[in-house]
Each structure stands twice: as C-alpha cells, then as structure tokens.
C-alpha cells in the first residue's frame, strides 16, 4: 500500500471524501478489512512498524 492510501485507511473519520472522493464507499471498507483480517484489528500500527523497518 502507498503511504497515503494507508493513511486514508487508518483514518477514515478524516477521510470521507479525500482519497475517496472518486470511489464507491464499498472499496475503502473492503481495503481495510482485508487488512484488518491480514494483520489484526490493530493493522495500522502494525503496518506503521513494518514500513519503519524497511527504512
């Protein structure tokens, strides 16, 4: 995921329209629950640690 696109997902109170402007509402939803059934319901920090470890 793009930073950006994770960060719209992570924070979806301050991104109902944004990002997702442009896209059904349905797709931002299914984004963040197939992350959450990945990684857990604490996916955003969870994807946070990966990306730090990458840098």
Partial sequence: MTECLKW????????QTGVWAATPQARPQAAAQAARGR???DWPGVVTEQDR???
């Fill in 53 to 55: 470890r990458r840098r």
């Fill in 8 to 15: 719209a997902l992570a924070n979806p109170d301050l991104t």
């Fill in 39 to 41: 990684l857990g319901d």
